[in-house]
Structure formats: C-alpha cells, structure tokens
C-alpha cells in the first residue's frame, strides 16, 4: 500500500500527481513528495520498525513506492559508531559517526537513493537508467543497475578519481567521460534526459531518489534509542542531504516516534567549492555559483540544486556552516583512521574538519550529543591521502636490523588537530 498523496511544489505548493516531475509547471520551483501522514500514524510504530529486517526499506511508508521495493534489500541500517577516542581528542562528551562508508553495495551513502529511484523508475516501466555524478552516485547507479538487470548511463566530470572511475567501469555500464566540471555534465544530461527516454535518477525522477537520503536521519535517531541528536554535521554538495535529515526527524516527531526534535543541522564544504558555507556565513539567501577547485569531488558541485534549502535549513535550525581546505581534510581523514579505525573519503574528511572548527569556535557545546555524517569509503580516494602517510619500515630479516629500523621512528603524538 502507498502513503504517498502525490507530489508538491517546495515554493507555490501547487500539487501534482505522483507522476514523472521534477520542476514545478506554474512556478519552475522544486518539486517533492507528499505523504498522507494521518494513515501512516495509524500502521507505523516502534515495534513494528523494530520487527522489520536492517535495512533502509524498514520505513517504506515513508518511501515513494507504490508497490513493494525491488531494489537496496542489504542497503542501510549502518553502524551509528559511538566515538570514545576521537571525542577524548576533541574534548567533548556524546560523538557519534554514522558510517556510510560501508554501506552496500558501493560504499556510500548514494546507494539509498539509487535503491529508491531504481525501484521507482521499474514502477514507471523505464529499462534505461542514467545519471550525472561526481562519483559515489555513478557507483552506485551502475553497480544497482547491474543488480537490477538495467541498462545505464553514467556520465562523469573527465578528470574523477581514477578510483572511482574503475569502480563504476567495473559493473559494465556505458561510461561517459564529458570535459567539463560537474554542473556543466549535469547541463548536458538534462538536455539528454528531456529527448530520451531513460530514467535519470538526480533529474527527471529526482524527487523520488532524493527521498532515499531520509532514511539516514531515520537510522541515526532510531540507534539513538528514538530520540533526536542535539548536533549533526552533513557534507554538502547540492544540499539536498542535510534536508532530507531534517525532513526524516521532522517526520518521525509528527509521528511519535521520538519525543522531541530541536537538532542543529551543519553544513560542511570544501574551501574551493562551498556556495552554500558562502550563503550562510554571509546571511545571503542567494547561492552564487563557484567554479569548483577541492579535493573533496564527490562535493564538487558549483551550482548546488538545493542550495537555497540546505542554507535555509541551517538557518532555521540554529546551526552553522564551515569550509575546509585541502590539508585540513586530508589531516581529517588521518585522525578519523588513527582514532576510530574509519577510513573515510574526502567528504568525510570535510565533515570532521568542520566539526573541529564548529567545537573550536564554541558553536557545538562539548556536553551535547554530536553526529558526524560520514558518506563514503576511503577506498575511493586513496590518492590524496597516498604521499601524506609515515613510510612503512623497510628492514632486513633480522631481529637487530627491526630494532634499528624501530630506534628511528618518531615518537609524537598522532593525534594532535
């Protein structure tokens, strides 16, 4: 049974059916979906979420889909790390990492929405899917296409990292390289998706794929014991993941679910591309495009589609927003390794360095419950940590040749920020 009543404009409110729609017809504003939330108080609860299996599909009421879903049956319900180590370095009381980066298939938190929009795009009868990327979602995409006996499309800003340019090439879709950034691939695939008909998950099925996003925030306030962290920091790139948090513990307080929802939505970017840290910090409600220029590409997003949203979120909740440069995410990345055992990719790295800010500059108190969002495996990455790390001890074999190797080691504390 679906809950949903149809789909509705984020700006005029104008309601359309749950029909393929992504811009809203009288006013061009963002489309989203509706939810008959009366019926759903009346069939979801605690202990009916609880009795289900691990995975993002335990809250379909709260998904798009008409029917039963197809597709992210092992996808979700990540660990929710509590971070004794790294919170005794930061110096503050309740951390947690939600952590995507092992999220199946591809090691990110992308594969719940393609689950969703995958799903939906079968209801609508597609057999082609597509989609622009700046990498975790073009793994994704083709690797749930695979899965799912879809064709794909998966089209790419040229210079990705090579990893994560292999990890798409390697479930066979048809891998499109353009040469340009990534809002001048997301140009072209809109130009693409309005003369073929394939099923562009981040276009024209986007208000049903972005929808995926929520069951994140579901997750980390259910394996919070059903209540609502005081702080989450969210990697931004075109903004719509720190929204749909909000939309997830806005929709599980309306339903009882958790008791009270007065959290802090953060926002984090990368130095070289952070429109939306821009906004913020300048109280600007106008997103001005940047050419982008980050190691963080999975974030590398110039003209954010939901950037208007994301700043107004931060706004509202009470929160902040900070930019990290290169060599603040890369040292990042190396204390969440050396703290936590958690191998993040560059986003990641952008989410921790902005909480050390956020902590340093007294905006998060050290005696309230803190999540860090962690997106995506490190795996995907490795070169920009690869020339940064201490070189492994190359000895002789013999016990006399390790001691001397051991003799030259130096001894400062890692963990220093």
């Not at 090579?162 to 140009?187: F, H, W």
């Not at 969210?234 to 959290?263: D, H, N, R, W």
């Not at 050396?338 to 007294?362: C, L, M, N, Q």
């Not at 962690?374 to 006399?400: R, Y």
């Amino acid at each position: 049974m679906s809950y949903v009543k149809g789909l509705k404009c984020r700006e005029c409110g104008r309601e359309y059916p749950a029909n393929i729609l992504f811009v809203c017809e009288y006013c061009f504003g963002s489309i989203e979906v509706a939810y008959d939330y009366d019926k759903i108080k009346k069939v979801l609860t605690r202990q009916e979420i609880e009795k289900r299996p691990k995975n993002m599909w335990r809250y379909k009421e709260l998904l798009p889909l008409s029917k039963e879903p197809s597709d992210g049956l092992t996808t979700g319900f990540t660990p929710l790390v509590r971070s004794h180590n790294l919170a005794k370095v930061l110096g503050v009381k309740e951390l947690y990492i939600k952590d995507d980066s092992v999220n199946h298939p591809t090691l990110s938190f992308k594969d719940r929405v393609v689950a969703v929009a995958l799903s939906k795009a079968k209801e609508f009868g597609f057999r082609t899917v597509a989609c622009a990327s700046t990498g975790n979602l073009a793994n994704s995409v083709a690797a749930n296409a695979a899965i799912a006996g879809l064709r794909a499309f998966i089209f790419i800003p040229a210079d990705l990292e090579q990893g994560k340019i292999i990890a798409s090439s390697i479930y066979n879709p048809v891998l499109v390289k353009v040469e340009g950034n990534y809002d001048e691939v997301n140009r072209l695939c809109s130009e693409i998706a309005a003369k073929y008909k394939w099923a562009f998950v981040n276009i024209n099925i986007r208000p049903y794929y972005a929808e995926g996003s929520k069951t994140y925030g579901f997750e980390i306030a259910e394996q919070l014991g059903w209540r609502a962290p005081k702080h989450i920091i969210v990697p931004a790139a075109g903004g719509s993941l720190v929204t749909k948090i909000k939309k997830s513990l806005q929709e599980f307080y309306q339903l009882g679910l958790i008791p009270e929802f007065k959290t802090k939505l953060y926002v984090a970017q990368g130095e070289g591309c952070a429109p939306i840290v821009t906004a913020i910090k300048e109280d600007n409600e106008i997103i001005k495009p940047v050419k982008p220029k980050t190691i963080a590409k999975s974030l590398a997003i110039g003209n954010p589609a939901d950037g208007f949203y994301a700043y107004d979120v931060v706004k509202k909740s009470g929160g902040w927003a900070e930019a990290a440069s290169d060599d603040e995410i890369i040292n990042a990345i190396k204390l969440l390794a050396e703290t936590e055992g958690i191998f993040t990719e560059t986003a990641g790295g952008v989410t921790v360095a902005a909480t050390i800010k956020f902590i340093k500059e007294k905006r998060i108190p050290k005696d309230e419950s803190i999540v860090i969002c962690i997106t995506g495996n490190g795996l995907k990455t490795q070169e920009v940590v690869a020339d940064k790390l201490a070189k492994p001890l190359k000895i002789k074999p013999s016990l006399g040749s390790f001691e001397e190797e051991q003799k030259k080691r130096p001894t400062a504390d890692h963990y220093s920020i």
